[in-house]
């Protein structure tokens, strides 16, 4: 089992909609959560960080958080063509992991193309 | 404030060669990690460094690789007799403690002939 699974896409939608990312972790100590966009050709850039349930909302990106159903998800509204890349999801897998303390865990990225 | 720089930006070597990549963290972090992402696919991690705690080593894919830290300063990666299949982009990454956000820099592209 994967340690972090995220839609595959691609995830294609027109300007000014709103871009749903969704992402499942398996460790249920996991703490803290993490958004980066990777333009192509580019290093993985942070968006946003998440570490407790609910919703944090950062301009137009809002991460959602449910720990109990192990699932975070990032909505970009008002999406613009330069939200066009590869959005990474990644999980730290708690503070009971051992030698693994510290890692992050990456999805494999959605791809999203917004049109105009 | 600067943030995590690498170097050389980019490297063509041939076969068979030893690579050295360097990465500067951001100044006070104290955790440093290695990734390796060939083309079109996901992240890989390598190897990270906290402080003065040995290394989690467990994502090297050889002992022809091997990384080194000094303290909460530099680091570099070394690669011995490179192989074709370790052409990809180097990227490290820094963050202030082992939960909080990791920062990357640039990356090294790595291409072996």
């Known amino acids: 089992q994967k340690e972090v699974e995220q839609n595959s896409g691609p995830l294609s939608v027109p300007e000014g909609a709103i871009a749903s990312l969704n992402c499942t972790y398996s460790?249920?100590?996991?703490?803290?959560f993490f958004w980066y966009r990777q333009y192509s050709g580019k290093s993985p850039e942070l968006i946003m960080s998440?570490?407790?349930?609910g919703d944090k909302e950062d301009g137009r990106f809002t991460a959602q958080l449910n720990k109990a159903s192990q699932y975070v998800s990032l909505l970009i509204r008002d999406s613009q063509p330069s939200d066009s890349a590869t959005y990474l999801c990644?999980?730290?897998?708690?503070?009971?992991?051992?030698?693994?303390?510290?890692?992050?865990?990456f999805g494999r990225g959605t791809q999203l193309t917004v049109w105009p | 404030g600067a943030g995590v720089s690498q170097s050389p930006s980019n490297k063509v070597t041939e076969k068979g060669k030893d690579v050295e990549l360097r990465c500067d963290p951001i100044?006070?972090?104290?955790?440093l990690y290695w990734y390796r992402q060939r083309l079109g696919q996901g992240l890989e991690f390598l190897i990270y460094?906290?402080?003065?705690?040995?290394?989690?080593k467990s994502g090297l894919p050889s002992d022809r690789f091997s990384a080194e830290r000094t303290g909460e300063s530099v680091s570099t990666l070394t690669i011995q007799r490179t192989q074709q299949e370790d052409s990809a982009v180097y990227l490290c990454?820094?963050?202030?403690?082992?939960?909080?956000?990791?920062?990357f820099g640039d990356g090294t592209r790595l291409s072996i002939l």
């Open positions: 990644a999980v730290n897998l708690g503070i009971f992991r051992g030698s693994t303390l510290g890692r992050l865990y």
């Open positions: 100044s006070g972090h104290t955790a």
């Open positions: 460790d249920r100590g996991s703490q803290s």
């Open positions: 998440i570490y407790s349930n």
């Open positions: 460094f906290q402080g003065n705690s040995a290394p989690d």
């Open positions: 990454a820094s963050s202030l403690a082992i939960d909080q956000p990791q920062h």
